[in-house]
């Protein structure tokens, strides 16, 4: 009985979760990033090409540019000097953006949003990851391009010219092929030979990981010390428990 109890249980939550999971893709499958926060080659590769590509658009101010140089291993100067595009900002300052959001939503349709914390938000690191590296031409949409994970986007794909021109041939690669979950036909995304981009495709992908490291390094700037002080605690216990363990033995040692 209380196998079959187990079971259902076990049932349900694996329904729950992979419902979770289709509704923060929106049904199309996510590419695992497995960040890594203890890798800063990456995360500052990620710094860069975010100040260069997003920070014109976007703000992170839950941030300070001095955190970030700190945790990340970069020289006061020359973080002023390459990653700080207001020249009048300071290096304890917030990660602000002069972007107006009354006109980003006439130019957009939406004002760009704070991606500080942006990878927990949206279905984590992995829905960010996929976010960027499936945007597809798409003549309907304003900028000519759309979204697999973020339906009808209003960003334009800001990383065009290193990607190259992905086309959506829905249906064409395998007809048959469908979401499990929401019967969707499962759609292949390839680059038009004609219009490469001046990345090849691995090395885009790596560009992607290295934002969405950085991102979700912003979420949880400490990641790295929670998981250290987690390993110090635990030695602690296992330490304590010899003396705890010694001590009911003195305890008890008259009782029985
Ligand atoms: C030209 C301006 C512009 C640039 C540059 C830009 N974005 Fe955006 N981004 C937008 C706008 C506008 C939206 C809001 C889209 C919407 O809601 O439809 C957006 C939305 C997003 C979202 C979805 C956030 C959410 O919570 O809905 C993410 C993630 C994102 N951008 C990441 C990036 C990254 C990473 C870069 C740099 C590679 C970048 N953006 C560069 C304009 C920009």
Redesign the pocket.
């Known amino acids: 009985m209380k196998r079959i109890i187990l079971t259902i249980k076990l049932f349900l939550v694996s329904v729950l979760f992979s419902s979770l999971a289709a509704a923060a893709g929106g049904g199309y499958p996510l590419d695992e990033a497995n960040v890594d926060p203890s890798d800063q080659a990456s995360l500052q590769r990620g710094a860069k090409?975010?100040q260069n590509?997003?920070a014109?658009?976007?703000a992170t101010q839950y941030q300070r540019y001095e955190r970030v140089a700190d945790d990340l291993g970069i020289p006061h100067d020359l973080m002023m000097e390459n990653l700080v595009l207001d020249k009048s900002a300071k290096i304890g300052n917030l990660m602000h953006n002069s972007m107006d959001p009354k006109e980003?939503k006439v130019w957009?349709?939406?004002?760009?949003?704070d991606?500080t914390l942006?990878s927990r938000?949206?279905g984590g690191p992995d829905w960010?990851y996929t976010?960027?590296r499936t945007f597809y031409e798409d003549p309907s949409r304003p900028y000519g391009v759309n979204n697999k994970v973020?339906p009808d986007?209003?960003?334009?794909h800001?990383?065009l010219e290193l990607q190259g021109v992905q086309i959506d041939n829905c249906g064409d690669t395998d007809p048959t092929a469908r979401d499990p979950l929401t019967g969707d036909k499962i759609c292949g995304l390839t680059i038009d030979p004609e219009r490469k981009g001046s990345m090849t495709s691995a090395e885009y992908d790596q560009m992607a990981y290295d934002?969405t490291n950085f991102?979700a390094y912003s979420a949880e700037p400490m990641q790295e010390q929670r998981k250290q002080l987690g390993i110090y605690v635990f030695l602690f216990l296992a330490v304590f428990l010899v003396f705890a363990y010694l001590l009911k033995r003195e305890f008890w040692k008259d009782v029985h």
């Open positions: 090409y975010y590509f997003c014109g658009c976007h980003a957009f349709g939406a004002a760009p949003p991606l942006v938000v949206k960010l976010y960027l973020f986007v209003g960003m334009p800001v990383l934002l991102l």
